[in-house]
T-cell receptor, first 109, second 112 residues
Framework: AQRVTQPEKLLSVFKGAPVELKCNYSYSGSPELFWYVQYSRQRLQLLLRHISRESIKGFTADLNKGETSFHLKKPFAQEEDSAMYYCALSGVRGGKLIFGQGTELSVKP | NAGVTQTPKFQVLKTGQSMTLQCAQDMNHNSMYWYRQDPGMGLRLIYYSASEGTTDKGEVPNGYNVSRLNKREFSLRLESAAPSQTSVYFC???????????FGPGTRLLVL
């Protein structure tokens, strides 16, 4: 079965500290993985996708097929990074995304 | 360019009442989706429409119906609301890249 697990409901760090939001997935084929973010009073939006292998707002995520993980990392957290982050999986092309439970990131000054 | 719009923003229903949540997009996207967001559950797909005239069930379709009225509009109907349908409902759309979805602001629904 396809599943995305984000083990942390809440992650609290201080400004300037490194941050890693964990995401593990279960899928038998070759998935595409994504991170979506929802800032306070804003809409849910795509942050990055593993295929692009890009850094967005200082965040990167590497797909580790051996560990079935797609953790989101940033070396120095900023207060404006505070938001709800969702990891998502697309197993079959066509837009059907499977979302994780979400992790709320709180960056304290 | 409003993107994805949803109405209403907030609604309170009594058990057994019916209502329709409206969604419209102005990005000329082919695909549209309805999700529900519950604490600790993330977003779960209710129904989706890959193109005008087609709809398919998602992960949690029971208790809901949808209509893809035209390319712009995709409505979600609760025929007989239940307290378990208390949730935040999000509509989304996508274009040539289906996994890049654009979300609406959400509808908060409370069923008493």
């Amino acid at each position: 079965a396809q599943r995305v697990t984000q083990p942390e409901k809440l992650l609290s760090v201080f400004k300037g500290a490194p941050v890693e939001l964990k995401c593990n997935y279960s899928y038998s084929g070759s998935p595409e993985l994504f991170w979506y973010v929802q800032y306070s009073r804003q809409r849910l939006q795509l942050l990055l996708r593993h295929i692009s292998r890009e850094s967005i707002k200082g965040f990167t995520a590497d797909l580790n097929k051996g560990e079935t993980s797609f953790h989101l990392k940033k070396p120095f957290a900023q207060e404006e990074d505070s938001a709800m982050y969702y990891c998502a999986l697309s197993g079959v092309r066509g837009g059907k995304l499977i979302f994780g439970q979400g992790t709320e990131l709180s960056v304290k000054p | 360019n409003a993107g994805v719009t949803q109405t209403p923003k907030f609604q309170v229903l009594k058990t057994g009442q019916s209502m329709t949540l409206q969604c419209a997009q102005d990005m000329n996207h082919n695909s549209m989706y309805w999700y529900r967001q519950d604490p600790g559950m993330g977003l779960r797909l209710i129904y989706y429409s890959a193109s005008e005239g087609t709809t398919d069930k998602g992960e949690v379709p029971n208790g809901y119906n949808v209509s893809r009225l035209n390319k712009r509009e995709f409505s979600l109907r609760l025929e007989s609301a239940a307290p378990s349908q208390t949730s935040v409902y999000f509509c989304a759309s996508s274009g040539s890249n289906p996994e890049t979805q654009y979300f609406g602001p959400g509808t908060r629904l409370l069923v008493l």
